[in-house]
């Protein structure tokens, strides 16, 4: 059974840099099978693809946010990470990390997610 | 960019029959996945490729789709179907993931 687990701050101030890790366990990374993504959701609204990794470190992101976002992967800890710029107000929002099959396109299995507040 | 377009709020009785649909253009030739969302937890995958059921899913869960436009129903509906349902599509030309902003299933 794979297992996310999202980490990181929980308060960042605006203008500087969000960072989260999401520590896979049950699975490896470099399977080549998954694409490991990034998904948010801010308070009271729906969700929303931020982007995703390939073991390969190919990305994809999602074109409104794609000149404020890194996401990069760490096969010899089974980590990917997200590195979200410029943050503001708009980018309070819970984090989740999933995994998504190259095959099926579902995210069949994601982390509990993780509260992120901008203020100062 | 692709957009998938939901009603924001459906309501039904108890015992009754729940359709939600997600608009898409040309989603006809894109496979559709449902996602059931409860307050404070992880969405929850309830209906992949337009139709099928992930094990552990109750049959009373079903999709389908007809023109540009895809449909979860939820037959029975009981109090514990109460959330928020999201459906996501993969969209091949930029492999770029989309999600519908979203429903929010009342049970009266």
């Known amino acids: 059974q794979v297992q996310l687990q999202e980490s990181g701050p929980g308060l960042v101030k605006p203008s500087q840099t969000l960072s989260l890790t999401c520590t896979v366990s049950?699975?490896?990374?470099?399977?080549?099978?998954?694409?490991w993504s990034w998904i948010r959701q801010p308070p009271g609204k729906g969700l929303e693809w931020i982007g995703y990794?390939?073991?390969?470190?190919?990305?994809y992101y999602n074109p409104s946010l794609k000149s404020r976002v890194t996401i990069s992967v760490d096969t010899s800890k089974n980590q990917f990470s997200l590195k979200l710029s410029s943050v503001t107000a708009a980018d309070t929002a819970v984090y989740y990390c999933?995994?998504?099959?190259?095959?099926?396109?579902?995210?069949?299995?994601w982390g509990q997610g993780t509260l992120v507040t901008v203020s100062s | 960019s692709y957009v998938l377009t939901q009603p924001p709020s459906v309501s039904v009785a108890p015992g009754q029959t729940a359709r939600i649909t997600c608009g898409g253009n040309?989603?006809?030739?894109?496979?559709v996945h449902w996602y059931q969302q409860k307050p404070g937890q992880a969405p929850v995958l309830v209906v992949y490729?337009?139709?099928d059921r992930p094990s552990g899913i109750p049959e009373r869960f079903s999709g389908s789709k007809t023109g540009n436009t895809a449909t979860l129903t939820i037959s029975r509906v009981e109090a514990g179907d109460e959330a928020d349902y999201y459906c996501?599509?993969?969209?091949?030309?930029?492999?770029?993931?989309?999600f519908g902003g979203g429903t929010k299933l009342t049970v009266l």
């Open positions: 999933a995994r998504t099959s190259t095959v099926t396109t579902v995210f069949d299995y």
């Open positions: 049950g699975g490896s990374i470099s399977s080549g099978d998954d694409y």
């Open positions: 990794i390939y073991y390969s470190g190919s990305t």
């Open positions: 040309n989603i006809g030739s894109k496979s």
């Open positions: 490729d337009d139709s």
């Open positions: 996501q599509v993969w969209d091949s030309s930029s492999d770029h993931v989309v």
